[in-house]
């Protein structure tokens, strides 16, 4: 019999002798809240609303009670634990050990630890708050719970039913009760494991966006060089050798050269893991053997690297659609105007210019659109929505599309300029160059992966398939863990 | 025993009878629909496609029974309650009264009244549906629940397990029954608590987006005034006293420099409430005296205000970017030109003006690049997948950036404006200068209460302190209450 | 009783023996797992995850355990399948057989056939994997169920407990039991009704965005038709009449004008099958005859067809907001500047020129701004948070807004142009005289359904009359199926 399914709603008695549908009209649940700070309040107000019988226990009953709502029953601690099974314990770790006195009447009992450790504490105590809990109540069942949710979300209730409640504990009914204390909470839980996973799920309210800090730090340090490239190029060559005072273009336009720069190395830093993951299985002519560990990262945070691409290229959009706004752009316009009058020139018109212009504005803006596309479908609700191959399809087909648009963007925009000397200034190459190794390294190993002997080897290696063994019983590709490496 | 959870899914002698798992197959389970309307139909369609035995009781099953999927069987009212455990209840109130012959064979049975009254009927009845059903029907369990369902929804399913039917009861066995009952249909249920909620819960599809109302109504009040300030300053004026037609202005220019205005004090409207909230506590010195209602409704509305600020200042980047495109624009452009031929002037350039508007566009466009990254966090997907930490990371830190870069944004746009006496027409002062007044406050506040003595009583406060009492039992500050102060 | 809610969770015996809350520590529920290959590690590590014990049957069980979590019992066929009541089997459907001497073993067990055939398999085979195996196993009983999720996913876990698990059996109890186990490693189960629809659920994971074909087909064939008409008009005719070389206008403006054609139309054919579908019931004088299947795809597509004219529109404001930024802009703008200059004209000025341009950029950007409302509340997660009474507003009465405003835009846009022969370009119509057609056809169908004669009977064809009989009995209209013929 599998999972926690198969474990009884309630310990058997109490099925006979309570609830026989329709007959005997039954109470309401009970649960007690030891504590009388704010989470205690949201805790007893949610559990109100959702139908349970709440008895909070206080050492001063008279003063807390006005906190509290009406309908749960503000006492002393003994009473609040004494009939029910499940005891809320929403209290600082310092003051668990002012509940020993409480111990008897706690056998056997569900305690659900709710607490949070500041990060200091979480630092100094190597036991977890959930676990010095339990060692303090060896007879009772200490489960992990609801430490996640905020005392705000958790009184107002969660607005649907999304939610998740990371629980723990070494025991599994214990668990199941608590999950289903939940699930009618509004909230959905989430199997963490026993308890020594406390530590960890009480870590969780205290990180931030750790699957952000090195795409986010990658994406600032590209930015840094690409500003600090552009800037020598475009400023101080011609600040040093020319005297032209061009320091206006600082706040706009050397930072629409470098947000692109860095949209299109984050891009082709999307599919770079996926063509050296392939390329390692076709040498090691197996998929069993796991990639080394910084490939393993750098494939887990595609999301991540592929997302700040799509928003340093949605700047630039936007700032290149600023350009004409420019008082700069103005003062150039009409004094190119002037220009032409005196010098007589009535019609001026360079065909290679305009074609370069119009193909690479309109192969940028297409780019663009297929990155949209992406980043719509990593928003979680729509990836839900997807199967595997619909996701792949998008991620991986379309996500390729962009990164090929975005290089012939790059190369039209470049045109011949690579090769003009007046472009190296301060023998520096223009920027875009130094952009393009990675993309096209990436698309010429795609091209090459195509090739019937790759390609057939490769599929052979991704159905399972080993160069020094026989075929296993694998299944489909479509579900194979080999194909993590071509998603985003 | 807390909860839902200690609720036997049945009533007990058909645990021994029924049901041995892999010994006896079991029968699907029966559920009773009485009525024969579309939403009758729905119900029936997607019971059935759940696994379940549907009858329907029609006064009329031969003409009925062509609208209702094959599997589920139209019969006689009588014989359509006779056998199930469970009736839905899918007619008009008038015709409740014409069920009343049942009586006798609805007892000790679930009545699920799926009811939704018009908007008229709401009114005009005092008692809810469902609670009209129970009074006729007392020895029956009335559930009232999938009212907020459409009958296309309910037909079709939803499309992911997303979708909530709140629940109410006065008796939690039914309850969860249904609750089981809606979720193998695919639905999430939500506990809404006692049957009194009937009315509540009826109320719910009538609803028309009620938390936008103020909002929508502020912006649009903020946009009316501003438009018609602009519209005295930059076209009646010149047309009044210069005689200059300018109305050209009217859908494109004087709405561009409206929206932004209505942006900007959205978005200082955000988070003027917090720090009148953290000034209130700091003078009572505790957190736990009660907020006015203005202020308890203000801070629930943020996310409201602070979502019309970004699409404000989303078609305010639209309009920008659009002007150039503008005919008006062109031809001043060229009259621009044409004027310094015939004053003989080679070259035009005011430096001033260069770097006031590529520091202006450039602010701009990174305030406007860190409120989406506000409004996609408010997606609920996305809102659900991060942590409170996080959460208040973006929306209070991010949040305050984004309106110091607005404030610098105007600020900029400003430069020397406000202190030319020509700004001022009709003795009227230049618009951004109105719209300063609140964010300069805000930020001014704001680094007032980094001061180490309001910031440490603020702290203080937060954990529970109080002026005239002792410290409570409190969780930490992460979790606290007071925290919704600072959150958009 | 209703519903999978009144299975008992476990055979009843073990509710006796086992599980006494608090009195005897239970082990953790036993599964087992026939197979090997990536799926079958991706389940072991998951199922060991959320506290299952997982025993994996294995013909060659000393060099498969290094495969699997420590946690995992790695054992023979015999053994792995012995205890459990659950056997997942994760073999390729040509090896189902190889399992035929476990039959007495699995006797009166459930066998989850997790198998997904591939494209050219599930061509191949009549039955479905899971019928297959049913039939080689007629005494245990067969549950689909997991095939959709990847090994990636299964092996990672859900990243929000809404990715769903379609699962089929003939055995209403099984399916439960594994149910819950979906549920308890974090994913949401979708009951697909008996083992018949295995072939459906097996020909999910091969899907690739049905809903998109035709309506992507559509706008790319509306694409290319406009493409082509616009490139005889704006290209051809001045090389062939004038000898003017306007290729330059291939990349960027002529897919500029074909855009918010196509835009225009798709907009137009969301709203047109309701208006269809209400003349239809107008004439047939009754809601509950079937439309025919034609209209009935094109309602249920217009959500898809929506969303794709909002790519295209916000290409087109990308693809417009760009034109001042290509070379020919500035060169036509200087060009014109010298003719001014030349000509001795010192002011360029057309004021109705202007304010058609004014007027036509203001509304395109207003209906620009009401198309994305209507985008964002697609969101799954957003239209999961919003009542009947809601999304239809926003879909159906700010959708009609917007192709009220998209019309102006257009008219405004075509200005006087229809009317003049030189627009006439190989006596081809100027290209928005052909998109005006349909928008303003369902305007004016709408304006008409308006009249209190139309509106009335509609109104009452939707409340249940008919021409030809009596009133049914059904729920108010804001739960109608008709309904469905009013939002996108």
Redesign the interface.
């Known amino acids: ?12 008695h ?3 002798s309570n ?5 005997v ?2 109470e ?4 007690g809240i030891l ?8 805790l007893a107000t949610r ?1 109100v ?4 019988c709440v008895l909070v226990g206080s050492r001063n009953p008279k003063r807390t009670a006005g ?1 509290f709502p009406a309908a749960a029953q503000v006492t002393s601690q003994e009473e609040a634990v004494a009939c ?3 005891i809320l314990v ?3 770790r310092e ?1 668990y050990s002012s509940l020993c006195s409480l111990r008897d009447q706690l056998t ?3 305690l659900v630890d ?5 990060e200091q504490e979480h630092l100094q105590y190597h036991q977890s708050n959930a676990e010095y809990l339990a060692s303090l109540f060896p007879t009772s ?1 200490v489960v992990k719970a609801f ?7 958790m ?1 107002s209730g969660p ?6 409640v990371p629980i723990c504990s070494n ?11 939940a ?4 909230f ?1 839980p ?2 963490m ?1 026993s308890l020594a996973s406390a530590r960890e799920v009480e870590a ?6 750790p699957d952000w800090k090195v795409p986010a730090l990658l994406a600032l340090g590209l930015f840094v060089f690409f500003y600090a490239y552009n800037f020598t190029r475009d400023v101080l060559q011609p600040y040093v050798q020319e005297n032209k005072n061009k320091f ?6 050397v ?1 629409n050269t470098s947000l692109p720069c860095v949209a299109f190395v984050l891009l082709s830093l999307v599919y770079l893991p996926g063509v050296l993951a392939a390329a390692l299985q076709l040498q090691r002519g197996t998929k ?1 053997r796991r990639f080394p560990d910084w490939l393993d990262h750098w494939l887990q945070h595609r999301k991540q690297i592929g997302l700040l691409s799509f ?1 340093c290229a ?2 630039h ?12 752009h ?2 150039d ?10 010098a007589n ?7 290679e ?7 690479y ?3 940028g ?1 297409l780019a ?2 297929t990155l ?1 596309l992406l980043a719509v479908t990593s ?4 990836a ?2 997807l ?4 996701f792949s ?1 998008v991620q991986s087909t379309l996500g390729f599309v962009a990164l090929v648009l975005s290089t012939l963007h790059t190369l039209t925009y470049g045109w011949t300029r690579a090769f003009e000397e007046s472009r190296y200034k301060f023998y520096l190459p223009p920027t875009f160059t130094l952009t393009l190794l990675v993309p096209c390294t990436i698309i010429l190993a795609k091209a090459l992966f195509f090739l019937p002997c790759f390609s057939r080897r490769l599929s052979k290696i991704r159905r ?1 398939w080993e160069k020094d063994g026989d075929v ?13 490496t071509s998603h985003v």
């Not at 504590?35 to 949201?42: K, L, M, N």
């Not at 607005?159 to 998740?164: I, P, T």
């Not at 959009?317 to 700069?328: F, G, H, M």
Request: hydrophobic content about 40%; proline content about 7%.
């Open positions: 019999m599998p999972g926690e399914m198969d474990k009884p709603l309630i310990s058997h109490l099925v006979d609830y026989s549908l329709a007959e009209p039954s309401a649940p009970k649960v504590g009388s700070g704010d989470f205690a309040h949201s559990l609303g959702s139908g349970f906190l029910p099974e499940v929403a209290m600082f003051h056997g009992k569900i709710v607490s949070n450790p500041t069942t430490n996640v949710i905020s005392a705000w979300t009184q607005r649907d039913g999304n939610r998740q025991h599994p009914e214990a668990k199941h009760t608590i999950s289903l204390m699930r009618s909470m509004g959905t989430v199997d494991g969780m309210p205290l990180r931030l966006l206006y273009k600082l706040p706009v336009s930072v069993y928003f949605a700047l959009v936007l700032y290149s659609l600023c350009l004409p706004l420019r008082r700069s103005r003062y316009l009409v004094n190119l105007a002037v220009k032409q009058v005196l020139n009535s019609h001026l018109w360079v065909e210019e305009v074609w370069r212009m119009e193909i504005i309109s192969l803006l663009f659109g949209s928003l979680p609700s729509i839900n929505s199967n595997w191959k619909e399809f399972g296993k019983f694998t299944l489909p590709a479509s579900q194979a863990l080999a194909q993590k």
